[in-house]
C-alpha cells in the first residue's frame, strides 16, 4: 500500500542515521517481512526509530540528505495501544493543501487480555453467530411487517455476542469473515454488531459502553425495512432518484427507533448519523467532523469495511486488505483518522478467516491473530504446494518461525478470496476444524 508520487527523490540511508521527521519510503527488505502494516510512513518518534532499526539495516527515504540536516521536529508521544509505527499521511506540499486537525481517540480505560484460547471459544462463538443472525432476520422481518422493535431481544444476543468477544475476538471476527448474498441485511448487520465490539475493545472501553456500541452496530440499518425491495436489492446502479429513497434509511431509522419505548439515544443518533462523514460530504444532514457522534462515526467506518468485504447483489466482496487500503486513503475526509488508524490496526492484514497463499505455493487458513503482530497470524495449511489436499492439515504459528519441507521459513505471500482452491471458510467451520489442532482429515 505505498504512498508515493510518481516522481520521487529518494535517498538510501543507514538506519542508524535516521532521524524523527524523515519520510520512510522503502525498506531493505519486502515490507511483508516486518511488523510494519502500512507502505511508506513518516518517523514520529523514538519507538519508530527502534523498530526500523530493529528490523531493517538500512532504508530509502524521500528527498536528498543534505551536509547538515535540518532541525527534527519535536518528538511526538508514542501513543500505545494502537499505534502504527507512524505510517500517517505525507506531510503537505503546501498550507493550502493542509490535511483536517486530527481528533484524539476517547481515553483507553480498561487493558483487555483474551481469557480463553480461539480454539476453547469457537465452538460457543458459532452458536451465538447463528443464533445472532436468526435473530436479526427475524427482527428486519417484523419490522417490514410493521411489527414494533423487540429491543430486548436484541439486547439479549448482542450482550452474548459481546460476551464472547470479551473472552477472544477471533472467533467471532472469523465468522464475519463468512459471507452469504442471499442473507446479506442479516448477516451485515451482526457483522457490524460484531466488529464494533472488537473495535471497542481494541479502544479499551468500558464493557457498559462495548454492549452499547454493539448494540447501534446491530440497530443502525433497521431503517432500510421500510426502503421498497425493487430499490434495496436492485442488482444493479441505483438511478438519481433511487439513491435518494435509499438515503431515507437514515431517517427511517431514527423514526424506528425513536418510537421504540427504552430505545438507547445513542443507538438513535448512530441509525441517524452513521453515513455522516468528515468533510460534510455524508448525509442526511451533512455534519461536519466535531458534530459527528464518536458511536456514529466508529459504526460508520466499520460498517464500510463489511459492505465492501461482502458479496451483494451489485458488487462482488472484495479483500480485506483491499478495503483496508479504501479506508486508509480516506481517513481525514470520509472516516476520522485516528479511528481509521486504530480500526486498521485491529483488523491487520490477515484478519481470523482469511484464505492465505504462502511463498511456498501452501494455501492455509488464518485463524488467530496476535496482538501486536498481526503479519504472523497462526493458520490452519489445508492444501499443499501444487494446491492439492494436505493430508493431514497442520496448524503453524508463523510467530515461531516455522519452517517448510524445504527448510525455507514460512511467509504469507497474499490473501486469496473465499473458495480459491476449493477452500470455502463454511465448511471448515462446520466440520469443527479450526477450534483446534487439526487430526488427520478424512475430507
Not at 246 to 273: C, K, P, Q, W, Y
Not at 415 to 437: A, C, K, M, R
Request: charged residues 25%; contains cysteine.
Amino acid at each position: 500500500m505505498a504512498l508515493r508520487h510518481q516522481e520521487v527523490v529518494e535517498t538510501r540511508i543507514d538506519v542508524v542515521d535516521l532521524e524523527i521527521g524523515m519520510h520512510v519510503i522503502r525498506l531493505d527488505r519486502p515490507w511483508e517481512e516486518t511488523d510494519f502494516l502500512l507502505q511508506g510512513f513518516i518517523i514520529q518518534n523514538t519507538s519508530e526509530l527502534q523498530a526500523l532499526q530493529a528490523q531493517c539495516r538500512f532504508v530509502f527515504i524521500e528527498g536528498r540528505v543534505e551536509p547538515t540536516m535540518p532541525a527534527a521536529r519535536p518528538e511526538q508521544p508514542a501513543r500505545k495501544g494502537f499505534s502504527l509505527f507512524g505510517k500517517r499521511k505525507k506531510p503537505p506540499a503546501s498550507p493550502a493543501t493542509s490535511s483536517p486537525p486530527r481528533s484524539k481517540l476517547p481515553r483507553k480505560r480498561v487493558n483487555y487480555i483474551n481469557k480463553v484460547s480461539m480454539a476453547a471459544e469457537m465452538a460457543p462463538a458459532v452458536m451465538r453467530f447463528e443464533d445472532a443472525r436468526d435473530t436479526a432476520k427475524s427482527l428486519m422481518a417484523g419490522l417490514r411487517l410493521g411489527r414494533t422493535l423487540d429491543l430486548n431481544n436484541a439486547r439479549k444476543v448482542v450482550n452474548s455476542c459481546v460476551d464472547s468477544v470479551l473472552r477472544n475476538e477471533n472467533a467471532l471476527l472469523l465468522l464475519t469473515k463468512i459471507k452469504n448474498q442471499d442473507e446479506y441485511t442479516a448477516e451485515h448487520c451482526i457483522n457490524v454488531s460484531i466488529l464494533s465490539a472488537a473495535f471497542g475493545k481494541h479502544l479499551g472501553l468500558l464493557e457498559g459502553e462495548i454492549r452499547n456500541l454493539a448494540l447501534c452496530g446491530l440497530l443502525h440499518d433497521v431503517g432500510k425495512t421500510r426502503i421498497p425491495d425493487r430499490v434495496l436489492n436492485k442488482p444493479g446502479a441505483l438511478t438519481p432518484d433511487e439513491f435518494s429513497i435509499m438515503r431515507e434509511h437514515t431517517n427511517h431509522g431514527r423514526s424506528i427507533l425513536m418510537g421504540t419505548s427504552n430505545a438507547l439515544a445513542t443507538a438513535v443518533d448512530v441509525a441517524f448519523s452513521h453515513h455522516e462523514r468528515m468533510d460534510g460530504s455524508g448525509y442526511p444532514r451533512g455534519l461536519e467532523s466535531h458534530q459527528i457522534p464518536l458511536f456514529a462515526k466508529m459504526v460508520g467506518l466499520v460498517d464500510t469495511y463489511d459492505a465492501i468485504t461482502s458479496n451483494r447483489i451489485y458488487d462482488k466482496g472484495r479483500a480485506s486488505m483491499q478495503a483496508l487500503e479504501i479506508i486508509h486513503n480516506h481517513r481525514g475526509t470520509q472516516f476520522d483518522t485516528e479511528l481509521a488508524e486504530a480500526f486498521i490496526q485491529m483488523i491487520g492484514v490477515y484478519p481470523p478467516g482469511s484464505i492465505v497463499e504462502m511463498h511456498n505455493g501452501e494455501v492455509g487458513i488464518v485463524v488467530e491473530t496476535h496482538p501486536g503482530h498481526k503479519l504472523k497470524p497462526k493458520v490452519l495449511l489445508v492444501r499443499e504446494a501444487d494446491k492439492s489436499q494436505l493430508a493431514p492439515y497442520r496448524l503453524i504459528d508463523l510467530m515461531a518461525s516455522p519452517d517448510d519441507r524445504a527448510g525455507t521459513t514460512y511467509r504469507i505471500k497474499k490473501e486469496v478470496p473465499d473458495g480459491s482452491f476449493d477452500i470455502v471458510l463454511q465448511d471448515f467451520v462446520d466440520e469443527g476444524l479450526i477450534t483446534s489442532t487439526p487430526a488427520p482429515s478424512a475430507r
